[in-house]
């Protein structure tokens, strides 16, 4: 059973970069022909797709996202970062991992429990 | 990007109702249609992919139909822990795979 566990601070201040780590159980982000995505909650909206990474550790983003995001891997932990820069109070939102199914098929077959991040002096 | 709306916003049932939440996309995803379920502080489920296809270990209550552009989640016979919010993403094309905004399904 794959399990995903997100981990990092709740709070950020405006302009710094929120920083979250997701740890993985149960399958590898090194081997396995899985995409490892972050997503997002921001209150009263909608799930927005953030980006992903691969096990060759290319990464893809979302657009409206490109210039601030960073998504890494540590293989020897078998984990996944996200960095997201210059954040403001509209970054505010429960932050998820997962993971997308084989071949890039879309479809997010496994999530951690979410973690809340507000921004805020 | 492709919008996908959900109708309706909430819906209040009782134990053993039948349910139907809607689900459109503003452009042809084919079947690319996928269904999860999230309960307050837990981790979404998936449910349905594919548009029809379940996802092991979902009950078969939850049914899901659809193409193109319009698309329903139904469950047969609700049970005490299908209370919970759905939502509907596409996963058509390349990202960004966009999601519905919701339905709250709420004991009446």
């Known amino acids: 059973q794959v399990q995903l566990q997100e981990s990092g601070p709740g709070l950020v201040k405006p302009s710094e970069t929120l920083s979250l780590t997701c740890t993985v159980s149960g399958g590898s982000i090194s081997s396995d022909d899985y995409n490892w995505s972050w997503i997002r909650q921001r209150p009263g909206k909608g799930l927005e797709w953030i980006g992903y990474?691969?096990?060759?550790?290319?990464?893809y983003y979302n657009p409206s996202l490109k210039s601030r995001v960073i998504i890494s891997g540590d293989t020897s932990k078998n984990q996944f970062s996200l960095k997201l820069s210059s954040v403001t109070a509209a970054d505010t939102a429960v932050y998820y991992c997962?993971?997308?199914?084989?071949?890039?098929?879309?479809?997010?077959?496994?999530w951690g429990q979410g973690t809340l991040v507000t921004v805020s002096s | 990007d492709i919008q996908m709306t959900q109708s309706p916003s909430s819906l209040s049932a009782s134990m053993g109702d039948r349910v139907t939440i809607s689900c459109r996309a503003s452009q042809s995803i084919s079947n690319y249609l996928n269904w999860y379920q999230h309960k307050p502080g837990r981790a979404p489920k998936l449910l349905i992919y594919a548009a029809s296809t379940l996802h092991g270990g979902v009950p078969s209550r939850f049914s899901g139909s659809g193409s193109g552009t319009d698309f329903t989640l139904t469950i047969s016979s609700l049970q005490p822990e299908d209370f919970a919010t759905y939502y509907c993403q596409q996963s058509y094309s390349s990202p960004p795979y966009t999601f519905g905004q919701g339905t709250k399904l709420e004991i009446k």
């Open positions: 990474i691969f096990k060759s550790g290319s990464s």
């Open positions: 997962a993971r997308e199914g084989p071949g890039g098929s879309g479809t997010y077959d496994y």
